[in-house]
């Protein structure tokens, strides 16, 4: 939490979730949800770095292992 601004600073910040598993997916979405938290959920992992520039999201979740996945974060 931020000094000064409270709990809401996080309300209105988007995540950016990248994941295969559809159970998985469901259970982050949820978390975030209830923190306020705005999921944007992208089912494309070949654009990843695209999407990213496109969306602007304050944090990016993906799975390491979808085709793609790691490779974005080097």
Avoid at 51 to 57: L, N, Q
Wanted: charged share 20%; glycine share 6%.
């Amino acid at each position: 939490m931020r000094a000064g601004q409270g709990r809401n600073w996080m309300n209105d910040r988007k995540v950016l979730i990248y994941e295969d598993d559809q159970t998985t997916l469901n259970q982050i979405q949820s978390v975030l949800t209830s923190l306020g938290l705005v999921p944007v959920i992208d089912t494309n992992p070949a654009a990843i770095l695209e999407h990213a520039a496109e969306y602007k999201p304050d944090l990016i979740i993906l799975s390491a292992d979808m085709k793609h996945g790691f490779s974005a974060c080097l």
